[in-house]
Every structure is written in structure tokens, then in C-alpha cells.
């Protein structure tokens, strides 16, 4: 048992012991005995106080604990300033270098260090590390923020995944699944994009709308795909890598190395584009239309009735560079026809298309509702707000949104596509 120079305390608490008589100290420290709890040192017969522990300071007092820089990774430092620490814990997470770091936070004022007294002098190691109540304070906040934002994040996801699992049920499990409030806010800056509609040009274009920097996620398009965002979302965002094009019908592609005639050949052939985008499309002079298709078995068979006819299968949502393609061939015809599933995503593909085309390109758009169709899943508040806005256009996509509504319920069947082509389509003579 260690003890000092009797004190006479004045008041309700005993004041605070300084132990000036130590030597051998840290450069910069100071040992003293913290005032217990209850605000009284326990004393021997002589009225002495007594302790048994001390802790280490800085020599002189820090109005505010400042965070040395350089010292600590920023993980470390929120985790040493966050509470009590013992000195196993800190040797397993700094290494060899947890006295010099435990030091010169010391010396900052941002901790205080406890050592047992043996001897009058301090036992070694050190028992435990005490943050300034500031800095934990901080960091309690901090932690509470980060809990009221991940509770914020969660009820966001869940909330538009109901309004989305009609339409990508894919991305509303991935809302609802997710662990991990980072992973999870990258999935709901996706899905929000598509529930409003919004494609970007490239990954890093959506990155740097989200996040300020591209470099914050550049592997977002892999990590939705993890989470289980369906292909053609990622597609619909603009961030599939190296996107697809469905042709069929009487095209050639210019290549760098040559030309490749699609003529004669069963179609839609898959052709997954090049980065750098350096082929074009040549449609005959005698083609008066295309057609852009959204269902590939309705594409299929319009490639079997009809190989008289330029036909582009848009693999759902066209990313930039298929609309270029579909805007390149679109010139060389006198008629752009379109054909979607008749639901607000097919919708807002036809938008997609026809705000591409040329000013002076007519564009027609075949409601496959027109032809015989069971009735399907009715439209959500989600689907019928965006249609509504979508029904205003004075275009025939607007008399398309205008006829979904109207009906009130989506249709996404191969056979209804492919009864309305058949009747929109004249046959070859």
C-alpha cells in the first residue's frame, strides 16, 4: 500500500493527488491518483489517503484534446478514444508500437493511462487506457448518428422495395436482404435511380452523382450484382460494362477488321459492343422501317416471318451505347417502330428511344394491349404516379402511358407481343 503526505480536505470531496515526488516518468507526463467515485480517498489510522493505482497525464493541462496527426490509422483512433481500453487489447491492435502511440496520445491530453504502484513505483505494463471524456463523448454521438442513420437507411430500403417488387423483384430483395448500411446505401441510391427512371452514362458517372468522386465505388456495377440487382437493371442504370445489342434481319456491321452481313441469318444475334464503340450500322436503302424490340421470343419471331426487316432487340432498358446504334440505324429508314411490354418500364423504354431518334424520325409504338392478353398484375401507386407523369408527353408515348393507365395493370407476355407485331406488320410481299 502506497501513501502520501496526510491531507486535510476541506469541503464535501477530497481534492485530487498529484504524485510530483515520482520520477522516472514518460517525457511529458505526470503521475496522480484519480478522486474516487464517491469523492473520498479511503484513509489508514493516520488519516493518509490511500490508493493503490495511478494514472499518467499530460505535465501540462489541455484545454481540449487534440488529435496528433499522423499518429493513428482513423479506425485505431476511434477505437482507443471511444472508452477503456486494456493494455492486452492495445498491444494486439498497435504492436510494438502501442507505449510510443499510448505516449503521445498521453501528452495530447486525448487519453490517461492507468498503472498499478508497486513500490512506490509503476508497475509495468500499463493496466489500461482512459479516453478524455470529450473525445468519448464524440465518439458516443458519432456512434449514435451512425445508428440513427443506418435505422434511417434500413426503413428507406424497405419502403421502396414494396414499391418496387413488381418491377425488378430482384432489386426489392436485395433492399430488403442487405447487411451493412454502406453496401445497403449503394443499393438504395441504385434502385432510387430506378424507381425514378434515371439512367446514367457510365459507372463512373453514377459514382461521381452519388458520391462527389469516382474512385468512392468503382466496382458499384459488381456489387449490385452481388446483391441481386437482375442484369437488366444494371443495364437500365447505364452501368453494364460492355452492354449487348440483339440484330437481326438484313444488317452489316462495320468493323475495324472488316464487315460482318447478318442477311440471311436467323436472328437476333447477340453482339456484346466493343469499349470504344468504333462499328456502325448499315441498313439496306430499300428497308423503309425497323423495328426495336424489348421481348427476345417476339424478336425471335419477327427474325422468322419477316428477314426482310430490320429488327434491334434492346435487351430491356438501353444503355447510351445501344441508343447510339439505334439512332445510327434509325436514319437510314423512314419508320421507327417500338415494342415493349406494356407496363411502366416498357414505357419508359420507349421514352428512352424515341428522345434519341432524330426530331423529324417517326417513330410508331405498338401497344401489345391491343391484342388478346390475360389480365395482369395491377399497377402500384409507384407505377401509376410515374405513368401519370409519363401520359402528359404530346407524343405517342404519352397515348401509350395514357393506355396502360387506362387499363390499369401490366402486361409482360410473349404472346400478346407477339400477336400485336403480327397485326402491325405487314407481310413481306
Same mark, same amino acid.
Given at each position: ?98 507505449? %510510443? ?61 414494396? %414499391? ?175 415494342? %415493349? ?12 428511344? %424515341? ?75
Amino acid at each position: 500500500m502506497n501513501t502520501v503526505d496526510p491531507t486535510s480536505p476541506h469541503g464535501d470531496e477530497d481534492p485530487e493527488i498529484v504524485l510530483r515526488w515520482m520520477d522516472d516518468l514518460p517525457e511529458g507526463l505526470c503521475a496522480y491518483a484519480p478522486v474516487p467515485p464517491g469523492g473520498k480517498y479511503s484513509r489508514d489510522r493516520l488519516g493518509r489517503p490511500k490508493f493503490r493505482r495511478v494514472r499518467l497525464r499530460a505535465s501540462e493541462p489541455v484545454a481540449q484534446p487534440t488529435r496528433p496527426d499522423g499518429l493513428v490509422a482513423d479506425s485505431d483512433w476511434a477505437w482507443i478514444t471511444s472508452s477503456p481500453r486494456n493494455w492486452d487489447s492495445i498491444t494486439g491492435r498497435l504492436g510494438d508500437n502501442a507505449t %510510443t502511440i499510448v505516449h503521445a496520445l498521453a501528452r495530447a491530453g486525448c487519453l490517461t493511462i492507468e498503472h498499478d504502484l508497486h513500490l512506490s513505483k509503476l508497475a509495468q505494463p500499463a493496466r489500461r487506457t482512459h479516453p478524455h471524456p470529450k473525445l468519448a463523448g464524440a465518439q458516443a454521438a458519432a456512434r449514435e448518428n451512425r445508428r440513427t442513420e443506418a435505422s434511417s437507411v434500413r426503413s428507406r430500403a424497405l419502403s421502396l422495395a414494396e %414499391t418496387l417488387t413488381d418491377e425488378w423483384p430482384g432489386v426489392a430483395k436485395a433492399l430488403r436482404s442487405t447487411i451493412g448500411t454502406d453496401r445497403l446505401v449503394w443499393a438504395l441510391r441504385a434502385a432510387s435511380d430506378l424507381a425514378d427512371g434515371r439512367t446514367h452514362n457510365s459507372v463512373r458517372a453514377f459514382v461521381q452523382e452519388h458520391a462527389e468522386h469516382t474512385k468512392a465505388r468503382d466496382d458499384v456495377h459488381h456489387l449490385l450484382a452481388e446483391l441481386g440487382f437482375e442484369q437488366e437493371a444494371i443495364t437500365a442504370l447505364g452501368l453494364a460494362r460492355n452492354p449487348y445489342i440483339g440484330l437481326g434481319g438484313p444488317i452489316r456491321l462495320q468493323t475495324p477488321t472488316g464487315i460482318i452481313d447478318l442477311t440471311g441469318l436467323t436472328g437476333p444475334h447477340d453482339l456484346r459492343l466493343p469499349a470504344s464503340q468504333d462499328i456502325t450500322l448499315q441498313l439496306p436503302a430499300t428497308s423503309p422501317e425497323m423495328i426495336i424490340i424489348e421481348n427476345r421470343q417476339a424478336a425471335e419471331t419477327i427474325c422468322d416471318v419477316r428477314p426482310d426487316l430490320p429488327v434491334i432487340w434492346c435487351h430491356g432498358q438501353p444503355p447510351k451505347a445501344v441508343l447510339e446504334l439505334i439512332a445510327q440505324a434509325a436514319a437510314q429508314v423512314d419508320t421507327v417502330t417500338v415494342c %415493349t411490354d406494356a407496363d411502366l418500364g416498357g414505357v419508359r423504354i420507349a421514352a428512352r428511344i %424515341t428522345d434519341h431518334l432524330a426530331p423529324n424520325r417517326h417513330c410508331l409504338i405498338i401497344d401489345i394491349g391491343t391484342a388478346d392478353h390475360a389480365v395482369g398484375k395491377s399497377f402500384n401507386a409507384h407505377s401509376r404516379t410515374h405513368l401519370s407523369t409519363l401520359a402528359t408527353r404530346a407524343d405517342e408515348v404519352g397515348q401509350f402511358a395514357e393506355a396502360c393507365l387506362t387499363r390499369g395493370y401490366a402486361i409482360e407476355q410473349e404472346a400478346a407481343a407477339k400477336a400485336a407485331l403480327r397485326g402491325a406488320l405487314a407481310p413481306a410481299e
